[in-house]
């Protein structure tokens, strides 16, 4: 008797550790369970599983590409596809007819995207689009003449729209509707004639315009007089006030496109004729020039588009007409110096090219070559290896990611 009491005894306890085991394992799960959820919401619905980023359940390695073309002869306006960030494969998703939409952005909450029509008459335009990004299917909004010839920029502060008109080197600034359409024009900006290459700088011409990192100014490249124009924006963030001394570049350089360091300490300016990077510092409106370094070490007078890598430790240029290709250089995060670090020959007249926002693609667009090329960014030292997982389409000449 007495063994077998123990004996069920014994089995008594055996059941009731089963089950405070159970009990405990089910009070992880539902912890477990409460972490993740804090944890969603303190990163705004984002989750991490097995690498991969998902927002409200949506891959974020899957961006949605919006490429912008010259039209005629194969291409019919922009199109979009849908690119792994993680394997660099693409495929098409959409695509919307529209006279050469030659430079395109999204707005910062990626809902609309406003694409110029860079025509050399009176037809030039600004198009105002709502996209969806699952579909990449496009429908516009409203679409509005610029007044200036040949716009082949745009910037937006969430509040207006700005183009820069190449063609007789004007700004046309469109406040923006609350469903993300263009309200009327209401002002024009003149850039200047000054400069001494008489094929290209005999007419003044605006290249880019560009919001300042603390959004209290705007910087117009004015091709033709080697110089910044600088504006100081209104407290209504719409009217633009133009300032006195413009940043003069150096003689002949025809400045073309400007960046700005994420920290918004450094300011970075690729000059078309010139083929040098300017590096500036900046503060509060103002760019002090220390640095000039050669990208374009041909002296094609064909420089184009400049970017700097998402982790701030590299930065790119594209060159066209000779040796066409990207130049690369390593980048001082702390002083903002850059110092070469190669040259990638890519395509034909690479006009424009971005980089993933996770790194690790640089996507260029070679105009002539009628593709994207599409290579792989080295994070350690910079350098560019073709994945030859081109996407062929005609006259591609602008690129934009939307996650």
Request: aromatic share 10%; net charge positive; proline share 5%.
């Amino acid at each position: 008797m007495k063994k077998s009491f123990s004996f069920k005894f014994y089995m008594y306890l055996c059941t009731l550790n089963r089950i405070t085991s159970l009990v405990r394992i089910l009070k992880d799960i539902l912890f477990m369970r409460k972490l993740l959820l804090l944890i969603v919401l303190l990163l705004g619905n984002h989750v991490i599983m097995n690498g991969k980023t998902f927002i409200k359940g949506r891959n974020t390695n899957k961006l949605t590409l919006v490429i912008g073309t010259y039209t005629g002869g194969g291409s019919k306006g922009i199109y979009t596809y849908r690119l792994d960030q993680n394997t660099g494969k693409s495929v098409p998703l959409s695509s919307v007819t529209v006279p050469n939409p030659s430079y395109l952005i999204p707005s910062k909450d990626e809902k609309f995207i406003y694409a110029v029509s860079e025509m050399p008459d009176t037809t030039a335009a600004l198009n105002a689009y709502m996209i969806d990004k699952n579909t990449g299917h496009l429908k516009l909004i409203n679409r509005r003449l610029t007044q200036g010839e040949d716009p082949c920029y745009v910037s937006t502060n969430g509040h207006e729209v700005i183009t820069a008109n190449y063609t007789g080197g004007s700004m046309s600034v469109f406040p923006l509707r609350k469903d993300g359409g263009l309200n009327p024009i209401i002002r024009q900006f003149h850039g200047h004639l000054g400069g001494p290459d008489i094929t290209r700088q005999n007419s003044p011409h605006i290249h880019c315009v560009r919001f300042s990192p603390d959004g209290k100014y705007i910087f117009a490249t004015d091709f033709s007089a080697d110089q910044i124009l600088r504006f100081r924006l209104a407290s209504d963030k719409i009217t633009l006030l133009p300032l006195d001394h413009p940043i003069t570049i150096d003689t002949n350089s025809g400045p073309r496109h400007l960046i700005f360091s994420s920290d918004g300490k450094f300011a970075y300016l690729i000059s078309e004729l010139s083929g040098n990077i300017t590096v500036f510092r900046y503060a509060n409106g103002n760019l002090k020039r220390f640095q000039v370094i050669t990208a374009d070490v041909h002296h094609a007078q064909g420089s184009a588009d400049i970017h700097i890598s998402p982790d701030g430790k590299f930065l790119y240029a594209s060159n066209r007409l000779k040796n066409d290709g990207i130049a690369i250089f390593s980048r001082n995060q702390l002083t903002g110096q850059l110092s070469w670090a190669g040259y990638q020959n890519t395509g034909i007249h690479p006009r424009n090219f971005n980089i993933t926002p996770n790194g690790k693609f640089l996507l260029v667009a070679c105009r002539d070559s009628n593709e994207i090329e599409i290579y792989n960014r080295n994070p350690r030292t910079g350098l560019l290896t073709d994945t030859r997982q081109s996407i062929r389409i005609s006259k591609p000449v602008c690129i934009q990611f939307i996650k």
